[in-house]
C-alpha cells in the first residue's frame, strides 16, 4: 500500500474511534451513575473493542507492508515487532469476539 492509502486508513480510523468512544462514553455513565450494568452493555462494549482491534490490526498490516517495501534494507527486528504487533491484535479479537458471543 502506499503512503497515500496509509494516511486515507489513519483518518478512517479516527472517525471510527470516534464513533466507538461516543458509544462506549454511554456504557460507562451508566456504571458511573451507579446504573445496572446489563448483558447487553458488556455484548456492546466487546462488540466495540472488536472493532477497534480491526482497525489496529489493519494499520499494524498496512506499516508493516509500507516498511518491508519502502525501507532499503527492512530490520528483521522491525518486522518481527510488526508481526507480534500483528499477532497481539488477532488474538484481542478473538477473545472480545467471544465475549460478545458469552453474552448473546
Known amino acids: 500500500m502506499t503512503e497515500t492509502n496509509s494516511a486515507k486508513l489513519s483518518e478512517e480510523i479516527l472517525l471510527k474511534v470516534n464513533t466507538k468512544l461516543q458509544k462506549e462514553s454511554t456504557i460507562f455513565h451508566k456504571v ?17 473493542q472488536v472493532q477497534t482491534k480491526q482497525d489496529e490490526l ?32 488477532q488474538l484481542n479479537i478473538d477473545f472480545y469476539t467471544l465475549m460478545a458471543r458469552e453474552f448473546e
Open 32 to 48: 458511573n451513575h451507579g446504573e445496572k450494568f446489563t448483558k447487553e452493555d458488556v455484548r456492546a462494549y466487546a462488540l466495540s
Open 58 to 89: 489493519e494499520l499494524y498490516r498496512v506499516l508493516r507492508e509500507n516498511y518491508v517495501t519502502k525501507d532499503f534494507m527492512p530490520d528483521v527486528q522491525k518486522i518481527k515487532t510488526f508481526d507480534d504487533l500483528i499477532e497481539s491484535a
